[in-house]
């Protein structure tokens, strides 16, 4: 890496120790790899929980024979100050639909979205990812 500026840091043996168990697990070639990974993590946590606009996706699997499910979801959709981008909805079976709801706002509102959705009663499986472009990361 050109440019890159080299820092030492002080750790526990205990913490290094498992700290380089798990870079060989996840198969990290090096130290400074993991290190840039986490300052990464660390700022988009930031990002996400900050003021900036992000994006998120619900994951929803329920029965829409359960009485009035489907347009409860649909009115917590219109009703929401996350706006919805995108929703796609599968037939899985019978009785299972599975739908995907991709969003943007403040990460704040997102995950209140997605906690509504989530534990609206007869949503059998619900999971939320919340992420952004990185534009205010550096490379
Ligand atoms: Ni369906």
């Not at 890159?4 to 380089?20: G, M, N, P, T, W």
């Not at 290190?35 to 993590?41: Q, T």
């Amino acid at each position: 890496m050109s440019g890159a500026i080299r820092f030492s840091v002080s750790l526990s043996e205990e913490l290094l120790e498992k700290y380089d168990r798990l870079l060989d697990e996840k198969g990290y070639s090096n130290r400074s790899e993991g290190i840039r990974d986490l300052i990464r993590d660390f700022l988009v946590q930031q990002e996400i929980e900050g003021d900036e606009e992000v994006v998120g996706v619900v994951t929803l699997v329920y029965d829409h024979h359960v009485r009035e499910l489907t347009e409860k979801l649909i009115e917590l959709q219109h009703k929401s100050k996350a706006v919805v981008i995108s929703s796609m909805h599968v037939h899985l079976d019978h009785h299972n639909c599975l739908e995907v709801i991709v969003a943007r706002g403040k990460g704040i509102v997102l995950r209140q979205f997605a906690d509504i959705l989530i534990g609206t009663r007869g949503v059998k499986h619900g999971k939320f990812v919340i992420t952004t472009t990185g534009s205010q990361l550096p490379r």
